[in-house]
């Protein structure tokens, strides 16, 4: 008599095997979050220190305003959307809008899920200016917030007068 096997799962073995998956990723899911938070973090920060000293050297070389400010689109600025994106430009006219013929110098983008980003300037602008003088960011001393909605831990990313950056970590936001 010749036997046929068939082969593939019983009911059984696939009923176990799909708890087994769906426990581990239960167990795994808020890691990856944090995880995705840590890095998001990262970026950042990174983003904006290198937008920063790019902003600083261009102001000295070019001899003219310099601005940081947020927009969505990345051709304008747009107060209070720092979670899309922020461009850096050559201010001509020094009006902090980005103008026909100024040049973009550069466009980031954030678009942020684990966090929110703000700016809280020492002359409640939302943006910074380098001047063209010096390359230093005179009346836009203050510092950018991250919060982050998943971790304990948010960050303060200051710039001094002289354009200088450092981070801290605020107990509140």
Same mark, same amino acid.
Not at 11 to 22: D, G, K, N, P, Q
Not at 59 to 73: D, E, G, L, R
């Given at each position: 008599m010749i036997s046929i096997q068939k082969k593939g799962f #019983?009911?059984?073995?696939? $009923?176990? #095997? *799909? @708890? &087994? *998956? @769906? !426990?581990? #990723?239960? $167990?795994a899911l808020p890691y990856f979050h944090e995880t995705m938070a840590k890095q998001e !973090?990262?970026?950042i920060t990174h983003k904006l220190i290198s937008s920063i000293q790019l902003a600083k050297s261009h @102001? @000295? $070389? +070019? +001899? #003219?305003? &310099? &601005? $940081?400010?947020?927009?969505?689109?990345k051709v304008n600025c747009q107060a209070s959307h720092w979670n899309s994106g922020f461009i850096v430009f050559l201010d001509v006219n020094k009006n902090r809008q980005v103008d026909t013929e100024e040049k973009i110098i550069d466009t980031q983008s954030t678009e942020l899920k684990y966090g929110n980003l703000d700016w809280r300037g020492t002359l409640s602008i939302p943006s910074l200016t380098f001047q063209a003088s010096n390359g230093l960011p005179n009346g836009s001393n203050g510092s950018f917030y991250y919060c982050s909605t998943y971790q304990p831990t948010h960050y303060k990313i200051l710039l001094s007068r002289m354009g200088h950056t450092r981070i801290e970590n605020p107990l509140t936001c």
């Open positions: #019983t009911l059984v073995e696939l $009923i176990v #095997t *799909l @708890a &087994v *998956l @769906a !426990i581990m #990723t239960s $167990i !973090i990262k970026n @102001a @000295a $070389i +070019h +001899h #003219t305003n &310099v &601005v $940081i400010c947020p927009s969505q689109n």
